[in-house]
């Protein structure tokens, strides 16, 4: 018993660090625009599409090189997609411009990925398989990986923002838009470099979850909703609160399949979300943001 209960934590930790990254990833183009990005689920799956589908299966690259690539192309492509809809209706009269505009991408890049790749699932066989013993338990070779990342992720971004030009001028675009701009920083240009940084946190999240799930068309269908609702719980717009939020939520629903059956695991995070919006929407650390 104390072995599953081990083995239950530990993965809970891991899926607990995927949704620390969607939350962290919501928190950043939040933080930088004003806006929500509802279309980062469907970026999250092109981005296992692009590097699974192409770089590995169909052009054989090898993986440090198809994941450089893979990078290189969806920050590109975040920062077309802060180019082309974030800015132009961050400034607009009514947030529901840009909701809408987001929704309507992610439409786009399901159809697309459905045209270009169709509509089978596949993975890629032997990438991150295998388990380590720790004790009496059997914890696979992903769940660590997972961690360990999504650490260096964490760590690294607060790195980048604390000690870098960039990284200055992004807490302050996030603190007061127009103060930054009269102090001379380039809002639009740092909006851009935002969510290509996000976009590519999406493509993290891409690689790591596909040795525990196909690769599919709703392949972050339920971890985008769950990263929403991490943020949420930690404390919205707070980085470490994405982190601490994700890791409650995902230890709490794994914990879950001991007292529930396994088909309620999904709703416990949901579950959560509804209880701290109504208890304490502020979250975990909403009163340190």
């Known amino acids: 018993m104390a072995a599953t209960i081990i083995q239950y934590i530990i993965s809970g930790i891991a899926i607990g660090f995927i949704y620390a990254l969607v939350g962290i990833e919501y928190t950043l183009v939040w933080n930088s625009s004003g806006l929500l990005n ?7 799956t ?31 492509l975040g920062a ?36 270009i790749w169709g509509p089978v699932p596949f993975t890629l066989p032997g990438f991150m398989t295998g388990t380590v013993s720790i004790g009496s338990a059997q914890i696979s070779k992903a769940n660590i990986i997972i961690m360990i990342v999504s650490i260096l992720v964490a760590v690294s971004l607060q790195l980048f923002m604390t000690f870098t030009k ?12 127009r103060a930054s701009s009269l102090m001379g920083i380039n809002v639009t240009q740092n909006i851009c470099i935002t969510t290509g940084i996000s976009a590519i946190i999406c493509t ?31 404390g919205f717009g707070y980085l470490p609160g994405a982190i601490v939020g994700g890791l409650f939520i995902g230890v709490v629903e794994n914990l879950s399949v001991l007292f529930l059956p396994a088909v309620y695991k999904d709703v416990v995070s949901f579950v959560l979300l509804i209880v701290f919006l109504v208890v304490r929407p502020s979250g975990f650390l909403g009163k340190r943001a």
């Open 204 to 234: 993290i999240i891409a690689i790591l979850v596909i040795p525990l799930f196909n690769v599919t068309t709703t392949l972050a269908a339920s971890i985008g909703l769950k990263g929403f609702s991490a943020g949420v719980i930690g």
């Open 38 to 44: 509802f279309s980062h689920d469907r970026l999250i």
């Open 80 to 115: 077309l997609i802060a180019q082309g809809i974030f800015n132009p209706l961050r400034n607009m009269r009514s947030n529901i411009f840009a909701v809408m505009g987001t929704m309507l991408l992610g439409r786009i890049i399901a159809e697309l990925i459905r045209l």
């Open 46 to 76: 092109l981005g296992a599409y692009i590097f699974a589908g192409t770089m590995i299966i169909k052009l054989n690259i090898n993986y440090p090189i198809a994941i450089f690539l893979t990078f290189l192309s969806m920050g590109i």
């Open 166 to 177: 960039i990284g200055k001028a992004m807490r302050c675009v996030a603190q007061n838009k």
